[in-house]
Structures are given as structure tokens and as C-alpha cells.
């Protein structure tokens, strides 16, 4: 059950990049951003007040590294992402959430001093390579001229921010509950994204309410902001946040399935090439290195 739950956690993600795109005219990126995650506010709001008056000590003893994540990990990834998506495509937003744990690896060293294998510098070279592949269509001369997509390189802004994201979490206050901790973020989240909001509705971005963009923002507030979350929680109890780390690699696969079957984008050879790259070099950086520690664990619990 938990890895089927781990396997809808990251299609629920996928799908929030594929519809966002479907309706990228129709909303502007800001206002997408705050609707879904003020909507998603509402619903968990009745189960967060009894829990907010509870913890309240523990919220305003830490509201520095609290307010830190909540604008990283609600306020600009998705609106990155949702930025992003207004002019490249589903499939390359995917395809480059795959170097999240490489780059998590990056700033690790970097900033926190982690030890880091030859191999592990191999497989962030590579799967870097792969990105670039992505970001240049495999063409030279935008290599040489540096002409990337712009949609292409907001997508990559989302990727480093949600890598410094995760990289931060390991200081958020381990006294407060998880479900109390992701209401606050959101609660913060969507407070900080009212005024941008305003300012893009203030310059003539009015979103166009129909039934299919309504349906997107409904989706997008209950499906990759609330049962993703409750759904990697609960296949991370279960198998453990080695094994569940695993299961983001799917998110190329299911891009491209879906941006092919939803948006009838076109996989084009390039595609293949950088995910390819970045499959290799995530293996090397990431993969190998997590199921070797995963093994002594095994050992032990067979002795």
C-alpha cells in the first residue's frame, strides 16, 4: 500500500505542472499560485486553528526558520514553476525536477560541508550535463550564445529553490507537528502571495473562471498540496525516506506520459538524451549511494 501511495504522490505532482500548462493562457501565474494555495488553506483550516492555539510557543520561538520555508517551499516554487509554464513546456518542467537531488547534493557540500564521493561528483556532472541538454534543446550555437528558454530557466530557479528548501527543512523545530508545521507554511505561503497577486490583477492579468480552470485550481489545492502530502507522509512511516526518496524519479516517466496524452506535446530526441544523462548521473550522485546504506540496515535486521 505505501508505495502505491508513493506512486500517486508524484503523479499528483506531475499533474499539477501538466494542468497548469493546459490552462496557461486562460490564469496568470501569480494569481494561480495564491488561489490554489488560499484554497487549500480553507480546507485544512478547520483541522489547523485548534492545532495553531496549541503550539502557538513553539511557532513564535522559531518564526524565523518558519517564515524562511514558507516563502521558499509554498510562496516561490510553484509560482516559479507556474511562470515557468507560460512558456515552455510540461515535459521539460518534469524532465527538470529530475535534478533536485543533485543539486540538493550541491548545496550540501557547498554549504554544510557533506562529505561527497568521486562517483557522487561524476553523477552531478552528468546529470548537470543532461539539464543543460534540456535548457539548450541540444543545440550548440544556444549553448555558445547562452539563448535558453526563459520558460526553461524559471523552471530551473524552482528547482534550486526547492533544493535549498529541502536542504533547510533538517532545521525546522522538531517539536511541532508535522500537519501544524505544513499549515503554518501555507498559511504564510498564501499571505505572501496576496500582493504580488494583486499587483499582476492591478496590470491587466485578469484570470479567465471557467469550468476547466476552476477544476485545475480545485485539483491543484486538494490534490499535489494536500493528499500528496498525507501520502508521502505516510510511505515515508512506512518505508522510510530512503526508499521513498526513490520514487521522484518517476516524475519524468509520468511527464511525458501525460504531457504526450493530455497536451499532445512531442517528445522530441533531446528529450531522451537529457533524461537519460540525468538518469545516469542521479544513479551515481544519489541512487547508489542511498540503497548502500539501505543494505547494512537490511543485514541488521535479518541478523
Known amino acids: 500500500m505505501a508505495y502505491l501511495l508513493l506512486v500517486f504522490t508524484v503523479l499528483f505532482w506531475v499533474g499539477n505542472s501538466v494542468l497548469a500548462r493546459a490552462i496557461h493562457l486562460e490564469f496568470p501565474p501569480v494569481t494561480l499560485a495564491f488561489a490554489r494555495w488560499s484554497l487549500a488553506l480553507l480546507l485544512i483550516l478547520p483541522f489547523l486553528i485548534p492545532r495553531l492555539k496549541r503550539d502557538?510557543?513553539?511557532?513564535?520561538?522559531?518564526?524565523?526558520?518558519?517564515?524562511?520555508?514558507?516563502?521558499?517551499?509554498v510562496a516561490c516554487f510553484n509560482t516559479l514553476i507556474y511562470t515557468g509554464l507560460q512558456t515552455t513546456l510540461a515535459t521539460n518542467t518534469t524532465l527538470l525536477h529530475s535534478a533536485i537531488p543533485v543539486v540538493i547534493l550541491i548545496i550540501s557540500r557547498v554549504?554544510?560541508?557533506?562529505?561527497?564521493?568521486?562517483?557522487?561528483?561524476?553523477?552531478?556532472?552528468?546529470?548537470?550535463?543532461?539539464?543543460?541538454?534540456?535548457?539548450?534543446?541540444?543545440?550548440?550555437?544556444?549553448?555558445l550564445q547562452l539563448q535558453f528558454n526563459r520558460g526553461d530557466l524559471w523552471v530551473f530557479a524552482a528547482v534550486i529553490d526547492w533544493a535549498l528548501y529541502s536542504v533547510l527543512l533538517r532545521y525546522r523545530p522538531l517539536d511541532l507537528s508535522a500537519f501544524t508545521f505544513f499549515g503554518v507554511t501555507v498559511l504564510i505561503g498564501a499571505l505572501a502571495l496576496l500582493v504580488p497577486a494583486l499587483l499582476e490583477l492591478s496590470v491587466g492579468r485578469v484570470p479567465e473562471v471557467n469550468t476547466q480552470t476552476l477544476g485545475t485550481v480545485l485539483y491543484m489545492a486538494i490534490f499535489p498540496s494536500i493528499l500528496s502530502y498525507l501520502c508521502w507522509n505516510r510511505g515515508v512511516a512506512e518505508l522510510g525516506a530512503p526508499v521513498a526518496g526513490l520514487f521522484i524519479h518517476l516524475m519524468p516517466l509520468f511527464g511525458l506520459l501525460l504531457s504526450v496524452l493530455i497536451l499532445g506535446e512531442q517528445v522530441r530526441p533531446f528529450h531522451f538524451a537529457g533524461i537519460a544523462l540525468i538518469f545516469v548521473g542521479i544513479y551515481l550522485a544519489v541512487v547508489s549511494q542511498t540503497l548502500q546504506s539501505i543494505k547494512p540496515t537490511e543485514s541488521s535486521c535479518k541478523n
Do not use: N
Request: charged fraction near 10%; aromatic fraction near 8%; charge should be positive.
Open 56 to 73: 502557538w510557543p513553539i511557532i513564535r520561538a522559531h518564526w524565523k526558520i518558519i517564515l524562511l520555508l514558507a516563502i521558499l517551499g
Open 111 to 143: 554549504f554544510l560541508k557533506q562529505a561527497v564521493s568521486g562517483r557522487q561528483w561524476l553523477g552531478v556532472a552528468i546529470s548537470m550535463t543532461g539539464v543543460l541538454v534540456l535548457l539548450t534543446q541540444a543545440r550548440m550555437d544556444a549553448l
